[in-house]
């Protein structure tokens, strides 16, 4: 039998197309297998090597379909080497590109809770409010609170957590932690003005019993002196004592009554957000 | 709106971020807690020869009586009873008595203290023994507005 | 016919299809880390650049490559691994003198301005120094940091071009003769009136307060000699003679810092000005 051209023709094009249809699906093999091994590396561990095989994989995907994919896995590993700057990078860029407003969600998530690690907690509230306020996301309002509540752990607001965590759920672990600690720790305020009211009362409220009674003796023993000096009209000397001496140990003692409150809260804080990173199962940042 | 942000962010920041990348790094633990920065006193009252014993032990007994009761009073890191005793441990007593009150008329001095010493931390200047010591490579001059974290 | 050739295409496709296992696929061939590789280095990523380049056989590189290896690994810091590479690059490749000044710049980052200056003799003719070159440029730069005898200003800023002339000829000044003050003028002055020699050294408040602080106890001394006290009298006496001594000592090493932010100053305006202007190095077209 004779072949036409046009047989001829479509048998060649046939051909071509064959061929080009296999180069497309050998393209797709070669981008999955790529993904592959980066997400390999990841797993392994090693972080750095892993970057650079997703951004490999990025600069080939010339049609840029899985640009959030590799952007999300590059903040990821970011985060793990503890670069958060990056992290943060990557993950605004892949915010751009999700495929469906859950992962727009988590992404957000994912933003704030490296902004926590960051300790840029001013920055993550500011972003929580921004969430809230997003109509798109009102389903979600209970893991915003969760998440929110974490903001204030990092934050050293214990009471504040609490009530956070009280809002998703009475029974919470998160909400119960976070009431013991802000029970027992001390207040500022008046360790500060117990100070103001007896010199060494405040040192007293915070366990510090012989700076207490130092700071005391040394107050009443300088006034004592000024006082002296005043009744026998020596105006000059009395003047002298209470402004060298009288007013500097008493600030003084107003100083060390607010510090060592301080102290003994941040100990409590840190062994408590010793404790949440080692012994909390549920989602943290 | 936040495109633009966010590619005005990639095209100001990408080659400042890169820098990470050029030393490679391991995976970092990632950590909770939060550190203070709160140097404490070193107490000890010993020392090397005699003399700094004696001088360890001198200081000791004024910072738990007397300083640690009177609030933070001097504006430069190291205090000055600290600034006192390594004067006295890097030189001789005679020299460290010298640079000693050199400093107290320095801490006199409350104005234009922002144009010539570099800071540390939030609230204090940092004015160390080593450029006092007379002995010219020992000096490492730091500009007024530097911000240094710790020692 | 067709049918035979459809079927062997379609059977050896998916055979190679199959065979291919991630780490030897086709984005791991020469062609494409070279593509990868340009683009990290044009993103400034240059140790995952270097690292691409590296992984290409070294017989199969090439200049460019080598080049390109070099500076990314000079940018890091890597110097003598960098300076290596650069003296890899043959002598008849067109880059080889673009390497040149990229070795000098390392020589110059890695303080050795000695070995800077005796690689630029033993690769070039010393009377090639008059003319305009990124070489010699570096070469009379490299005087400036180091405490050799540094070469007379008509000499030193011949090699420069016009808009650099009025910086270098400043740097040249600060350095031949540089406005620094003496300490032993300052604790002299210090020794007449209190408080003098720091006046002198710029620190006017200071001196002013232990001028103030030296009087006052001298002052209460000579009124409680007056008034008979003679314990308080000593007392303000010795106290008077420490802060005097204290600010002669403190006028010495005063001026002894005056000098030292001088020195300061002028690397830091050196290093500003060598920044701007990239080593003298002309920027190269690897990237667009």
Known sequence: MALTSTTLTFRKLLIIVFVLANNYVFAQTYLQAQYNYATQLYNDEQYFDAITEFKRFQFFDSLNQYSYFTNKSIAMSYKQGGKFDEAIYYYSLAELNTPNIDSLFNTKIEIIKTNLLRRTIYRAFDLLNDLNNDERFNSKKDQITYWKGWAYIFNNEWEKASEEFAKVDINNQLKQICANVAESQYSESTAKILSYILPGAGQFYTGNYISGILSFSWVALWTYIAVEAFLADRIFDGLLVTNFLVFRFYNGNIQNAENFANEYNSEISNWTLNYLQHNYRGPKP | MKIFFVLFLFFCFSNAYSQTDWVKWEKAELIYLEDNGQLKRDYSISGESLSEATLNSLASVYWFFISDLDGDNCPFKPSCSNFFVEAVKETNLPQGVLIFFDRFTRDLNIFSRANKYPRFGAKYYYDPVSLYTLIEDKIHYLPPNTFIKSE | ?288
């Open chain 3, 1 to 288: 016919m067709t049918k035979l050739t459809l079927i062997v295409l379609s059977v050896t496709s998916f055979v190679y299809a199959q065979t291919i296992d991630s780490n030897s696929s086709v984005l791991h061939r020469k062609e494409n880390i070279i593509k990868f590789a340009d683009h990290l280095f044009c993103e400034k990523d240059y140790l995952r650049s270097a690292n691409e380049y590296l992984r290409i056989d070294e017989a199969l590189r090439g200049d460019v490559i080598d080049f390109k290896i070099a500076l990314s690994l000079s940018a890091i810091g890597d110097y003598s691994i960098a300076k290596n590479t650069f003296g890899q690059i043959n002598e008849s490749s067109a880059y080889y003198s673009l390497s040149k000044p990229e070795i000098m710049k390392i020589f110059f980052l890695e303080e050795e301005y000695s070995e800077l200056r005796k690689y630029y003799s033993a690769h070039n003719n010393l009377s090639l120094l008059q003319s305009e070159s990124p070489e010699s440029k570096l070469y009379f730069v490299s005087y400036l940091k180091d405490n050799e005898n540094i070469p007379s200003l008509q000499d030193f800023t011949r090699p420069f071009n016009l808009d650099e002339r009025e910086e270098v000829n400043f740097l040249h000044q600060m350095k031949a003769d540089p406005p620094s003050k003496s300490p032993i003028t300052a604790s002299i002055l210090s020794a007449l009136i209190p408080g003098a020699g720091k006046i002198y050294t710029g620190e006017i408040s200071d001196g002013v307060i232990a001028l103030i602080t030296t009087g006052l106890f001298a002052f209460l001394a000579y009124d409680n000699f007056q008034a008979d006290h003679n314990f308080r009298a000593w007392l303000f006496t010795g106290l008077a003679a420490m802060f005097y001594a204290g600010n002669i000592y403190g006028s010495y090493s005063s001026a002894q810092l005056y000098n030292a932010r001088i020195k300061f100053e002028f690397n830091l305006r050196l290093d500003s000005f060598l920044k701007s202007k990239n080593y003298f190095i002309p920027p190269y077209e690897f990237c667009e």
